[in-house]
């Protein structure tokens, strides 16, 4: 059996945000009485377009969700909270405030929000210098992020295409602890509370891909945390950085910093945006992709071992990683990463495509008590989630948890996986 590992290594990054493998061939919940459910897509106001990823969440609390690709959320909120309001935030929009209303049973409602636009009266004046801003953010991280240890709960989900077949998908309810964010010896560590899968091996002579790593690839897109991935200090001076806009972010504004490769070194550079806030000074956002133009060496970045008489390169990638502001500090929040493939093999006449996305959604926090979570108990880095998780996907499965929606098509295949586990 061949085995191949991929990952996007760095020259001096001793660990991995995305690792795949490809192989040749539990606490109790609460009662639906005990929540309440709020249904709902996001859209623009003016233009009705669905804004995608929007964040949800509930004021004075650390409950929240992410709406899915297509703007539709489901949010999940204890009676006992007695809360009468939520909020909905969008990068480049007024925060939206909310009514509850048990949406069981019901339609999809719309929420709409107003787009917003940045005020230049009062904006704190700042040195124009994009690389200068970067590194006072840098230098504000323990002044405006957790110096002490959180325990958070977040909702994980992977899915694996051949084409446009979903091959695999499994998700998982997480418990992370997550280390200070100042200079330490502790890592965050992560465990699986409850998850489940359905895989589809419906042709037994195509390449088996597998992720490796699991939700511990989400935690790794932590930029501030992990800022060696593509703000490291030596990392810095092989990129060029331009302020290109400003943007508000949860009613605040937000410089907009854009970032290419200054130079070509033996291994691949990024590209992409950073936000940071203009009063704070805090990173509230990045989105950043890999500079594959060379094929061969992003290959390499990916690919440590392969079978031979195989062609696998990237074709395109895309990460994202946001914080919240809760009270003075800011708290990781939702991460999503997409590395597209294809493989071809030699003397065949067709290629064939691989689309992998994971993405890591916060439910909760809790910034008082943080447990540490065992070594045995933590969800290794080289560890593959669907061979960890069941083979289950029933409609009540995940309780009172707050989860990431499922886009239709990731619906539709979970739904094809039910009827096959029924017969």
Do not use: C
């Amino acid at each position: 059996m061949m085995k191949v590992l991929a990952g996007f290594f760095r020259k001096s990054l001793k660990y991995s945000a995305m690792v795949i493998a490809l192989l040749i061939s539990a606490s109790a919940w609460a009662q639906e009485k005990d929540y309440i459910t709020v249904n709902g897509v996001v859209k623009d106001s003016k233009t009705k377009e669905r804004l995608v990823f929007s964040g949800i969440y509930v004021p004075g609390t650390s409950i929240g969700t992410v709406a899915n690709s297509e703007g539709q959320f489901t949010l999940k909120i204890p009676k006992t909270l007695n809360v009468q309001e939520f909020g909905i935030s969008h990068l480049g929009y007024h925060n939206g405030i909310f009514p509850v209303s048990d949406g069981n049973g019901r339609r999809e409602n719309v929420y709409y929000l107003d787009p917003a636009s940045v005020e230049i009266k009062g904006v704190v004046v700042r040195p124009k210098d994009p690389r200068t801003l970067i590194l006072q953010a840098l230098n504000r991280i323990e002044d405006n992020y957790s110096r002490v240890p959180n325990t958070l709960t977040g909702f994980y989900r992977e899915t694996i295409k051949q084409r446009r077949d979903y091959v695999s998908i499994a998700e998982a309810v997480t418990e992370i602890y997550k280390s200070p964010y100042k200079f330490t010896l502790e890592s965050d560590r992560i465990k699986v509370i409850k998850g489940r899968k359905g895989d589809n091996v419906k042709k037994a002579d195509t390449l088996i891909v597998k992720m490796q790593g699991g939700p511990n690839v989400s935690l790794y897109l932590d930029i501030v945390r992990y800022p060696e991935l593509i703000l490291g200090l030596e990392e810095m001076k092989h990129y060029q950085y331009e302020l290109t806009d400003m943007v508000s972010i949860d009613n605040r504004s937000n410089y907009v910093i854009s970032f290419k490769p200054l130079a070509k070194l033996e291994y691949p550079l990024y590209y992409g945006k950073i936000y940071v806030d203009v009063e704070s000074l805090a990173i509230t956002m990045a989105e950043f992709s890999m500079d594959i133009s060379d094929v061969e060496k992003a290959t390499q970045a990916f690919v440590r071992k392969k079978p031979a008489g195989l062609i696998f390169e990237p074709v395109s990638t895309s990460y994202l990683v946001t914080y919240k502001k809760l009270g003075d500090r800011y708290y990781l929040n939702y991460m999503r990463s997409e590395i597209k493939f294809q493989a071809d093999w030699k003397k065949k006449i067709f290629k064939t495509s691989y689309t992998l996305m994971s993405e890591m959604a916060i439910t909760e926090r809790d910034t008082v008590n943080a447990a540490k979570i065992a070594a045995k108990e933590s969800f290794k880095p080289y560890a593959i989630l669907t061979d960890k998780v069941n083979e289950y996907f029933d409609e009540d499965y995940w309780g009172s948890y707050n989860t990431i929606e499922p886009d239709e098509s990731i619906q539709s295949a979970i739904a094809k996986y039910n009827r096959r586990f029924k017969r």
